[in-house]
């Protein structure tokens, strides 16, 4: 094991734990023999005398009794290039790293391919969910035509103690690096960057296409303001930080941004640090997976499920292992990347405009040239005295790169007193 922190430990004691119980399962025990960890006193005072604690990760992944590493450590350097050289010596990796996949992935699982040796990543993706289980096996007879989910169980967390309890930003997300679910950068979190990630690797065994983590339109919450999310829970939708990939005509949809959801979806209705997902399949419909998304045990039951995996086929042909990337090499077929300029969906919108005749009609005539639609428009009552106030819109679908340019017309109204605040929503259906 590299790695000893919130995943390690958690790993460590579920397996001690459930030991006998996952003996049964996996046909013979499974035992940690040796770890790697920076703090190694710190380590050692946690783990049983048998197991040897080493201050480098080369000496676990170098020694000759480990058949199996699993990558605890995250980040992209060293863990990268400690999974080639376990790889490389025929040693079987598990991993919770999705920076280190997204990033790094199709030169990992070639090599592992290369060498006929498995690389499991459940945990890399909505924590104890088994979410690649059901998409790469479960799954396996449809052809997949979207998947939304909340994949970050940090920034659903924010989101959620912002709205329920009242909490700052800043407390929340103290609040949830106390827990364990934040990265070690939350940035990571916070920006929708770890969304992506994962949604990267949920996209590439959806569609049978390479991991292209350069392709996602990426946007956190931290510019979220409270008053959208008030106006959104008056047109009966919450906001979610939601990651979406879809196969469309023209290719590949592949975005993280905070979206409206109408209140009456299950998924709209998650909490705290729990993560959901919804895929459609055209022979299944549309199935949901809900369930924790980070912190130590939920994340330990993952790692443990591939580890359970691993040993059970550790002597079968690699001919019959799944494929890491649940197509066979020979049948992934790329489909293009589309720019979320070409994304089509309903939007949100809210203006700051001054208080005056003619200023709706403008804003209309500028979105009715860009062939936007108006679902649904209200207007703040304005305070006593005030010459200002905000409307807020509902579109119907319309393609991203006319609602820019509509927006881009209407800011240049004098009218318009502030940068419209635009927000992408989904009906999930
Ligand atoms: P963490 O608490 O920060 O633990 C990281 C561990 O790795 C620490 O024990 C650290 O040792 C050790 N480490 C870091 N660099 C090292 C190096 N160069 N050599 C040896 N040891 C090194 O992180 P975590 O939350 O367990 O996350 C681990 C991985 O799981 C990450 O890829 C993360 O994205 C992923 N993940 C986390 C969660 C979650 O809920 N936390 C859920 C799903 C996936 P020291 O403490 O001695 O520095
Ligand atoms: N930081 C991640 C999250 C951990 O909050 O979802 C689980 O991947």
């Known amino acids: ?97 999705k920076a280190m996949l997204a990033r790094h992935g199709n030169e990992l699982f070639d090599a592992a391919r290369g060498k006929g040796v498995m690389l499991a990543f459940e945990a890399a993706v909505a924590g104890g969910i088994p979410i690649i289980k059901a998409l790469r096996e479960g799954l396996t007879a449809n ?24 909490l700052t930003f800043d407390t929340a997300l103290k609040e949830a690096q106390r827990l364990g679910y934040a990265e070690a950068d939350p940035t990571f979190d916070i920006e929708g960057i770890d969304a992506a990630q994962k949604l990267a690797i949920l996209s590439s065994i959806a569609f049978g296409v390479p991991i292209n983590i350069e392709a996602a339109y990426t946007e956190g919450i931290t510019r979220l303001a409270k008053e959208d999310i008030k106006y959104a829970e008056q047109l009966g939708y919450r906001i979610k930080l939601l990651a979406i990939t879809k196969r469309t005509a023209a290719g590949i949809e592949l975005r993280v941004h905070p979206t409206l959801v109408p209140l009456q979806r299950l998924i709209a209705n998650v909490e705290g640090a729990m993560n959901a997902i919804l895929i459609k399949g055209d022979a299944v419909g549309t199935t949901l997976y809900y369930g924790p998304g980070a912190g130590a045990e939920p994340t330990a039951s993952a790692v443990i499920a591939d580890l359970v995996d691993v040993t059970r086929l550790h002597t079968a042909d690699p001919e019959n292992h799944v494929p890491h990337l649940a197509f066979q090499a020979s049948g992934a077929g790329p489909l293009p990347w589309l720019s979320v300029d070409d994304t089509v969906t309903s939007y949100y919108f809210r203006m700051r405009v001054a208080d005056q005749p003619g200023v709706l009609a403008d804003i209309t005539r500028n979105l009715a040239e860009g062939n936007i639609s108006i679902d649904a428009l209200f207007q703040r009552e304005p305070s006593e005295g005030e010459n200002q106030t905000d409307i807020i819109m509902l579109t119907h679908d319309a393609i991203e790169r006319d609602v820019n340019a509509a927006i881009a017309r209407i800011e240049a109204l004098p009218t318009v007193l502030a940068p419209v605040i635009r927000l992408r929503q989904e009906e999930l259906l």
């Open 1 to 97: 094991m590299l790695g000893f922190g919130t995943v390690g430990r958690g790993t460590y004691e579920v397996l001690r734990r459930n030991q006998l119980e996952i003996a049964r399962r996996a046909g013979r025990g499974i035992e940690v023999t040796a770890i790697a960890v920076r703090d190694v006193d710190k380590a050692r005072a946690s783990v049983s005398p048998d197991v040897r604690v080493f201050p480098n990760c080369e000496d676990v992944v170098r020694n000759p009794d480990v058949d199996i590493v699993l990558e605890l450590i995250g980040g992209y350097e060293p863990a990268r290039a400690l999974a080639l050289d376990a790889i490389a010596r025929g040693k079987h990796v598990v991993t919770a790293n």
């Open 143 to 166: 052809r997949i035509e979207w998947i939304a989910g909340i994949i970050n169980g940090t920034s659903n967390f924010i989101l959620s103690e912002m709205r329920a309890r009242g």
